[in-house]
């Protein structure tokens, strides 16, 4: 078999290969390629951007992570908000490259169903017997998924209803959320129970203390996007979503040096299939500039003689793939840097760590970027990438030099670090580190020991 190139290959299809299931990455990309997963939207999806959101999320997350996606929707509505303003849902699952549907009645049994509310009541009623039915919603800054059927299906169907006009982090976020259940669902790891379970994910107070904080009324004024990649990306997407008056009075600093390439598409919520070979800070500015923000491009490597002025109000947000990147936060400036990194393995690539700067130590002194690992990294061997695994500087596994991955975890990841970037605006506790895997549900904080004080404003609220 020939051997493709790193920057063709899906690297959410190489998560096939992680326990030898397809041994070879044609099998992995075969398998890939018979996946399917249904979003279904509610009955109203209305002008409101969080719902809107949440369906564009859905869409483009699943997408990316299966072979097929058929969205049961009205293609009528017109979208008011993020990079697909204007267009309509049939417009907007056209050019994600899903199919739109009216029903049910011809998609395979087995392909995951994802509610976004609660669905029309002739629909429900009509839905065939299927093993995984998960409903995403969302209410104040609470992410949530359960499966439609049981105990939990009438709990969560005010709270989905209701939240329609609510906090777009956490609607983002339950959509993600929602993707990545269904995901797990189809992978079937032994002793997971992923897609079959009930799961939260309190943006407000991620640990858990119930305290669901007050409305979304303010964020930052300024942004600086360090690494327009998986994670670059999920930010941006998210940040185009959140409700600004005037989008041109805030400014998005966009950093990266490295063009789009077509494997690029799998992971980065921006980047189109087949993109023309652009740098990416281009990509991204160009969706960015159709809203209305005010965009600046830095097309270089952050330096260590980088600084900001002691003015300078930028939250920055790192999702960089070296240490050496990182260990410069600390020395730049910046009032409030968040780095997000995902997890160090193909078993938990679903695994999340936002760190946040400044903390009771510079990003020189973290131990855990004190040097990069040495050691290798046991995988399946492949014919196609015998030889071709290893761990990069940041801890990710690789396979032929690129990053597995799944664009769901990057929004997740993104409306974490938006979140934590916000709290302290609306008079809520930061956290210098966040440590959270989706497979277990495992999370652990650690309270911030330094203030920062990045420039708010004010978001529309009705």
Not at 298 to 327: C, F, I, K, M, Y
Request: aromatic share 4%; with cysteine.
């Amino acid at each position: 078999m020939n051997v493709p190139s790193k920057d063709m290959v899906h690297r959410t299809a190489l998560l096939g290969m992680h326990d030898g299931t397809h041994p070879t990455l044609e099998a992995a990309l075969d398998a890939h390629a018979a996946t399917g997963i249904v979003i279904v939207a509610g009955s109203q999806p209305g002008p409101q951007p969080a719902y809107q959101g949440a369906l564009c999320t859905a869409i483009a997350t699943a997408v990316r992570a299966f072979g097929h996606t058929r969205v049961v929707a009205g293609g009528d509505g017109v979208m008011t908000a993020g990079p697909h303003r204007g267009r309509t849902i049939a417009e907007v699952v056209a050019s994600e490259g899903a199919t739109l549907a009216t029903d049910l009645r011809d998609v395979p049994a087995h392909w995951p169903v994802v509610l976004l509310g609660t669905p029309a009541p002739t629909l429900w009623q009509s839905l065939p017997p299927r093993p995984v039915v998960l409903r995403a919603s969302w209410n104040g800054w609470t992410a949530s998924v359960h499966p439609a059927t049981g105990p939990a299906a009438g709990a969560d169907t005010a709270s989905a209803d209701a939240s329609d006009a609510g906090n777009v982090l956490a609607a983002l976020c339950a959509a993600a959320l929602g993707v990545h259940e269904a995901f797990g669902a189809v992978q079937a790891r032994p002793g997971s129970d992923v897609g079959h379970r009930s799961i939260s994910l309190n943006l407000w107070s991620p640990a858990g203390d119930g305290d669901d904080g007050p409305s979304l009324t303010h964020t930052s004024a300024a942004w600086w996007l360090i690494g327009l990649g998986h994670l670059g990306q999920a930010n941006a997407w998210v940040l185009s979503w959140l409700p600004y008056p005037d989008p041109g009075q805030v400014t998005i600093v966009l950093q990266d040096v490295d063009r789009a390439v077509d494997a690029n598409h799998s992971t980065g919520m921006l980047t189109p299939r087949l993109p023309a070979q652009v740098r990416k800070t281009r990509l991204v500015a160009a969706r960015l500039d159709a809203l209305g923000f005010d965009t600046r491009i830095v097309e270089q490597r952050l330096h260590p003689n980088t600084r900001v002025s002691s003015n300078d109000t930028h939250v920055a947000l790192l999702g960089v793939d070296n240490l050496t990147t990182r260990r410069m936060i600390s020395a730049v400036g910046w009032g409030l840097a968040i780095d997000t990194g995902l997890g160090a393995g193909l078993a938990d690539f679903n695994a999340i760590q936002l760190r946040r700067f400044p903390a009771a130590r510079p990003s020189d002194q973290v131990a855990a970027w004190a040097e990069p690992p040495t050691d290798s990294v046991v995988l399946p061997r492949t014919r196609a990438f015998d030889d071709l695994s290893r761990r990069d500087a940041c801890g990710a596994v690789q396979l032929a030099g690129t990053a597995v991955g799944a664009a769901f975890v990057g929004v997740i990841a993104a409306c974490l670090a938006l979140a934590e970037a916000t709290r302290q605006l609306l008079g809520g506790t930061s956290l210098d580190v966040l440590s959270l895997h989706l497979g277990t549900a495992d999370l652990d904080v650690a309270s911030a020991t330094r203030p920062s004080c990045p420039t708010a404003l004010r978001l529309t609220t009705s």
